[in-house]
């Protein structure tokens, strides 16, 4: 059963970076899909980014953070990362890491209903 850790949040200026960092323990899956969540202060949870973690998986990003942020995979280690880069306001949120066995190929956006094993989260504030 996978157990999904984030780390890496904080605060970071506009126009800085972050990188977070998914660790997903007790995952027996040799090929597994992970997604980055997000929600802000009184705003829907949004898909972030999402990952097939085999080599040459494919990858997807929500339009808003699409050639900013990127999402990649140390498949030996087993944890994900989400580069955070030219932040904005708008990025301001709880962040959220999710695992599950497959990356459903039907899928054209990241969806939170095709994950079932999901972190705590991790805290992202962006400031003037």
């Known amino acids: 059963r996978p157990q999904p850790v984030e780390s890496g949040g904080g605060s970071v200026q506009a126009g800085g970076s972050l990188r977070l960092s998914c660790a997903v323990s007790?995952?027996?899956?040799?090929?597994?899909?992970v997604g980055w969540f997000r929600q802000g202060p009184e705003k829907q949870r949004e898909g972030v980014a999402r990952?097939?973690?085999?080599?040459?998986?494919?990858?997807l990003y929500a339009d808003t953070v699409k050639n900013r942020f990127i999402i990649s995979a140390d498949s030996s280690k087993k944890v994900v990362y989400l580069q955070m880069n030219n932040m904005n306001g708008d990025d301001t949120g709880m962040y959220y890491c999710a695992a599950d066995a497959y990356c459903y190929s039907s899928s054209s956006s990241v969806e939170a209903v095709d994950f079932d094993y999901w972190g705590q989260g991790t805290q992202v504030t962006v400031s003037n």
């Open positions: 990952i097939y973690v085999w080599e040459g998986g494919k990858i």
């Open positions: 007790g995952i027996t899956y040799s090929e597994y899909c």
